[in-house]
């Protein structure tokens, strides 16, 4: 009897640690699986191939900055260097110039929208600098401007010589052109403005003594009111590039050889030669 009660409890024990040797069995498969991310073991697609899913480019350009990028008031359409250039890219990516999406961006907005995903890359009259390369990823250059100053015709001031204490000079925030200035003009006052447009009209209207930026938006300025004049020559090397979220070597590469293709077929001077006449 005894024996048979102790067989019995054996029995029970042995039924019971193999269930919780199958439940704790299930338990880490189902971990196992959650650690690597889902059971169907696909890597995530790169940014390449998420644009040509959805069979379009979303691209951050400016809005108010004639040349380049510039919304025209009478049709509401986008127009200058950057947008064709932008249409061209499309066009070598995708098949299709109008598989695009343009999104306005400022010096100070395009980095951050970039990075959230609100876009696929920025075609922005973006210096390519050390400093911005540790946040995004940047495409072989495809514009080389530099920096210079834009006064009112008859201004005293001719260079970066003239701008002494007292003088002040406007700039836009989050561009390369507010922090260069203030190296090399440590005495002026520097006034940054949100966009191109608020600080050439607060320059117009004697906010200011000179507006410091690249040359190619600069002439755009001059294009626009030509009571301005740019002097003193370039004092920096501002090199544009295209810029891509971190880690997305396939979408640079597919980018550099469209570039490539637009320079070597002619493409790239016939845009240029539209917008930049100046340069």
Not at 69 to 88: A, C, R, W, Y
Not at 174 to 182: D, E, F, L, P, V
Not at 212 to 234: A, H, K
Not at 268 to 279: F, G, Q
């Amino acid at each position: 009897m005894f024996k048979s009660k102790t067989m019995k409890l054996a029995g029970v024990l042995l039924l019971s640690a193999s269930m919780l040797l199958a439940a704790c069995g299930k338990s880490d498969e189902k971990t196992s699986g959650s650690e690597s991310g889902s059971g169907s073991g696909s890597a995530p697609k790169n940014a390449l191939e998420q644009i040509k899913d959805k069979g379009k480019m979303v691209v951050g350009v400016k809005y108010d900055t004639r040349l380049f990028g510039l919304k025209n008031p009478s049709t509401g359409d986008v127009e200058g260097f950057d947008i064709d250039i932008s249409k061209q890219l499309a066009k070598e990516i995708l098949g299709d110039e109008k598989k695009i999406e343009f999104k306005e961006v400022t010096s100070k907005t395009r980095i951050p929208m970039l990075n959230n995903g609100d876009i696929d890359m920025i075609v922005a009259t973006m210096t390519i600098s050390e400093e911005r390369k540790k946040e995004v990823d940047f495409s072989d250059v495809y514009f080389d401007a530099g920096q210079s100053l834009l006064v009112k015709k008859g201004s005293p001031i001719k260079g970066l010589e003239d701008l002494k204490k007292g003088t002040k000079v406007l700039a836009v925030k989050g561009s390369t052109s507010a922090i260069n200035i203030r190296e090399k003009a440590p005495d002026t006052t520097v006034l940054e403005f949100e966009n191109y447009t608020e600080a050439f009209t607060a320059l117009k209207s004697g906010q200011g003594d000179a507006l410091t930026t690249d040359d190619s938006i600069l002439y755009g300025m001059v294009d626009q009111d030509s009571n301005y004049t740019l002097v003193g020559g370039t004092f920096t090397e501002e090199p544009y590039g295209i810029a891509v979220k971190k880690g997305n070597k396939e979408l640079v590469d597919a980018i550099n050889d469209a570039l490539k293709k637009l320079k070597d077929s002619g493409k790239y001077d016939e845009i240029k030669d539209k917008w930049i006449k100046n340069n």
